[in-house]
């Protein structure tokens, strides 16, 4: 069993097809072929199902491809040690971010680790948090930043911050004209969310108890207000509201990132208590560069949602 059988079995499982896995480990279909063969005749077991038309890791198998992906990982950190004193901050390093935080946060975390670690190239990504924590498990990314709860085998999350939840309201509409909302002022809106299987439309109807009863009355076909779901975006759906098609709840980031007049579009904040959610970072407990998620954490830490003082609305701030 050697190193490279491993990396075969691990990267076969991902591609679950052999041309494509022989191009990422950069050897010809034969060479992996006959490789993951003389793996499974040395463990005695199959690891995979073959067919014409498809491959199928089998049970036994993915047991032991994670525990080849572990070792692999392991491996790095015994290079590392072997290398003492390496910089840990001049090799790339693979962040993933969800759709509703990357756009928010990137523009103001970016030049924070640039200034902390000028020689370690960046690669970013946003995805759904499902695809990170898969690219997370495979080490096709380095580190993700997501919305708690998230939990995942053999992975570390670090809180960084608290974002609060704000109310997006036309410009004109009635309840711009007060200081603060509860969410069951909004029950009776045209409210505009994310569609199923967003985790922060998930957010929002968990953290606002009375805007469950309105969605689950809309998807019984009760009348009243219509809930729309067919936002794709957070950016479409406040250039929908901007638009007067309807009220929404966004992160505070997303909210705030462009700049509308107050006829167009107004910003509220919830009256207490206030919705929110905690954004952090995850990262596998072998990755073997514990600097640079060091540099990682602190860099995205200080970029803090906050309300600047004299302002009305809040924003999100690179911290000193």
């Not at 010809?28 to 072929?33: I, K, N, R, Y």
């Not at 970016?110 to 902390?116: S, Y």
């Not at 946003?126 to 495979?138: D, F, V």
């Not at 053999?154 to 309201?169: C, G, K, S, W």
Request: net charge negative.
């Amino acid at each position: 069993m050697t190193l490279t059988e491993l990396r075969y079995i691990v990267t076969l499982a991902r591609e679950k097809h052999f041309g494509r896995a022989a191009e990422r480990c950069h050897v010809s279909q034969p060479t992996l072929s006959v490789a993951v063969k003389k793996l499974e005749e040395e463990l005695g077991i199959p690891l995979f199902e073959r067919s014409k038309s498809s491959i199928r890791v089998t049970e036994t198998g993915q047991r032991i491809i994670e525990q080849s992906q572990r070792v692999l990982d392991q491996v790095g950190v015994i290079r590392d040690m072997a290398q003492d004193g390496k910089n840990q901050l001049n090799s790339p390093l693979r962040v993933g971010a969800i759709y509703t935080i990357g756009p928010y946060l990137f523009p103001h975390l970016l030049p924070q680790l640039r200034r902390a670690a000028p020689e370690m190239p960046l690669y970013i990504e946003e995805n759904y948090t499902g695809s990170l924590r898969q690219k997370l498990r495979q080490s096709e990314l380095d580190a993700i930043i997501i919305a708690l709860p998230f939990e995942e085998p053999e992975v570390v999350t670090l809180p960084l911050y608290d974002e609060p939840f704000v109310i997006l309201l036309p410009g004109g509409h009635p309840l711009a004209r007060e200081e603060s909302l509860t969410a069951e002022q909004l029950a009776n809106e045209q409210l505009l969310l994310l569609g199923p299987g967003h985790c922060f439309r998930d957010q929002v109807l968990e953290s606002c108890p009375p805007l469950v009863e309105a969605v689950t009355e809309r998807n019984a076909g009760a009348r009243g207000p219509s809930l729309v779901t067919e936002g794709s975006s957070l950016e479409t759906i406040r250039h929908m509201v901007a638009s007067g098609l309807g009220v929404t709840i966004l992160p505070l980031s997303a909210a705030t990132s462009m700049t509308y007049d107050e006829d167009i579009l107004a910003v509220r904040p919830f009256s207490a208590p206030v919705p929110f959610r905690t954004v952090a970072l995850a990262w596998r407990v072998t990755f073997p560069r514990p600097k640079a998620i060091d540099v990682l954490s602190l860099a995205a830490s200080q970029c803090r949602v906050i309300e600047k003082a004299g302002q009305q609305k809040p924003a999100l701030v690179a911290g000193a």
